[in-house]
C-alpha cells in the first residue's frame, strides 16, 4: 500500500479485510474492516461516498450488528472489499482518510452478529477418536461416525466476544469417591476450552429445501476464531443418552473479526481420504478443506508468561464445512443469517495439536507443567486462553486475529 503502513508479520493483510463491530469510546457501535493496525471506519466510508448510495449504506454500517449486511449478499459484501482495497491502494493518501481510519488498538470490538442460532460439530476424527478413547476404550469411534458429520444444537445466547471473561460453572458431578452415580451440585472442577473454527451463514434457505454441498460456499459468509468451553465433569454425568446441554452452554467466545470465506480462496487444500465414501450427498469435489493454522496458549495469574499448549490447522478437518452444512439441511431444516456452525474441537495427529486440556491431559490423568512451573490438569481460576489462527505468510498473510477468555476469579 503506498500511503498506509501494515506490517509484514499482521494478520490483518489486504488479502484479508475482515468484518467486526467496533467503537471508539464513543458507545456507537458501528462496522470495521481491520487493516493492519488499522480499521476502516465504515459507516465514516459509506458518508464519505466510497460505496455510493451514501444514506443506504451509512445506514447498513451504523448498526450494532453485521446481520443486514451480509444479508445483502455476496456481490455487495465483496464488492464493498473491492472498493475498500481500491482506496487502500490509492497512490497518495486520500483527502478524508483521517475520517475513515481508527486506530485499531484504541478501538473496543464488540459481539460482530446476532446468531439465531449455534450449531457445534464434531468434524476431527482425532479428536473424536481420542475423546471416544476416553469414555469408551474398545469402541472409540461410533459406526455413525466416518458416515455423517455429527452434531448438535448448541445455545446462540451465551457466545459473548473475545476478551469477555468466562464464569465456572456449577452443577451435578460425581464426585471422585463419593458413592457410584451419586451426583453432588458443586463448581466444575474439569473446566476445558475446545479449539475450533467457525462459519457464518450468509444466506437464508427455506424450510424444507435442503442446501447441496455444491451450492453450500453460497451460503457461508465467513470463518471466525471459536472457543467452546466445555466443562466435562458435567458433561460426562449428563450427556448420555441425549448428548450435551450444561457442560457446553454456559458459554462461548468467538473472535471479533470475520473473515470473508473469499480471501480464503488461496488456501484451500483437500481433506484426509474419507473411507468409507460418503453417501452422495456428502461427496464433493475438489479442495474444500482450508489450510490454516491454529495455535492455544495459556496464560496464569501467577506469571504472565504464556504457556504454548497445542498447534493444530483446520485441513486436519475429516468433514469439511460444505459436508457439515449439506449434512444439517439434508432433513429440511433451513438456516438464517448470522448462524453460527462450529467444527468440533480441532486436534491433529501429534501430541502437540490436541484441541482440549481433555486430550492433552489425559482426562486430567497426565497433568502439565506450565512455563511458570505451576501444573494443570484443567483450567483455573485466572487462567487466559488465547488463540490464533492464520493462513500464509507475508502480503497475502489472513490471519484470524484472537479469540482471548479469562476464567474468572470468584470472591
Ligand atoms: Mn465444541
Given at each position: 500500500m503506498p500511503w498506509l503502513h501494515i506490517s509484514p508479520d499482521s494478520d490483518f493483510s489486504l488479502q484479508n479485510l475482515p468484518f467486526g463491530i467496533f467503537h471508539?469510546?464513543?458507545?456507537r457501535p458501528r462496522a470495521g474492516m481491520a487493516i493492519g493496525g488499522h480499521i476502516i471506519d465504515l459507516e465514516a466510508a459509506a458518508e464519505a461516498g466510497l460505496f455510493g448510495k451514501r444514506r443506504f449504506f451509512k445506514k447498513i454500517f451504523g448498526q450494532a450488528t453485521l446481520n443486514d449486511f451480509i444479508a445483502l449478499g455476496k456481490p455487495v459484501t465483496n464488492g464493498i472489499r473491492r472498493k475498500v482495497r481500491n482506496w487502500l491502494e490509492l497512490p497518495a493518501t486520500p483527502e478524508n482518510a483521517l475520517q475513515i481510519i481508527a486506530d485499531r488498538e484504541s478501538a473496543t470490538m464488540l459481539m460482530p452478529i446476532r446468531v439465531p442460532n449455534y450449531t457445534d460439530f464434531y468434524s476431527s476424527i482425532e479428536h473424536a477418536t481420542n475423546v471416544g478413547k476416553m469414555f469408551r476404550p474398545d469402541n472409540p469411534l461410533l459406526p455413525n461416525w466416518r458416515w455423517m458429520p455429527i452434531g448438535y444444537h448448541g445455545r446462540a445466547s451465551s457466545i459473548v466476544v473475545s476478551g469477555t471473561p468466562i464464569r465456572r460453572p456449577s452443577g451435578q458431578i460425581l464426585a471422585p469417591?463419593?458413592?457410584?452415580d451419586t451426583p453432588i451440585y458443586a463448581p466444575s472442577r474439569q473446566l476445558d476450552f475446545e479449539l475450533e473454527m467457525a462459519f457464518v451463514i450468509g444466506k437464508e434457505s427455506t424450510l424444507g429445501e435442503p442446501i447441496t454441498v455444491e451450492n453450500a460456499e453460497e451460503y457461508i459468509f465467513g470463518l471466525v476464531l471459536f472457543n467452546d468451553w466445555s466443562a466435562r465433569d458435567i458433561q460426562r454425568w449428563e450427556?448420555?443418552?441425549?448428548?450435551?446441554?450444561l457442560g457446553k452452554n454456559f458459554g462461548s467466545s468467538m473472535a471479533p473479526w470475520i473473515v470473508p470465506l473469499e480471501a480464503l480462496k488461496p488456501y484451500r487444500v483437500k481433506g484426509p481420504k474419507q473411507k468409507?465414501?460418503?453417501?452422495d450427498y456428502l461427496k464433493t469435489k475438489g479442495a474444500k478443506n482450508l489450510d490454516i493454522e491454529l495455535a492455544v496458549t495459556l496464560t496464569s495469574t501467577k506469571l504472565n508468561v504464556p504457556t504454548l499448549l497445542c498447534q493444530s490447522n483446520t485441513k486436519y478437518l475429516y468433514w469439511s464445512m460444505v459436508q457439515q452444512l449439506a449434512h444439517h439441511t439434508v432433513n429440511g431444516c433451513n438456516v438464517q443469517v448470522g448462524d453460527l456452525m462450529a467444527s468440533g474441537t480441532i486436534s491433529g495427529p501429534t501430541p502437540e495439536s490436541l484441541g482440549s486440556m481433555l486430550e492433552i491431559t489425559l482426562g486430567g490423568r497426565n497433568p502439565i507443567t506450565l512455563n511458570d512451573g505451576s501444573t494443570r490438569a484443567f483450567l483455573q481460576d485466572g487462567d487466559v486462553v488465547t488463540m490464533r489462527g492464520s493462513a500464509g505468510e507475508g502480503e497475502g498473510r489472513v490471519g484470524f486475529g484472537e479469540v482471548i477468555g479469562e476464567v474468572l476469579v470468584l470472591k
Open positions: 471508539t469510546g464513543d458507545n469417591g463419593g458413592e457410584p450427556y448420555v443418552p441425549l448428548g450435551p446441554f468409507p465414501a460418503p453417501l
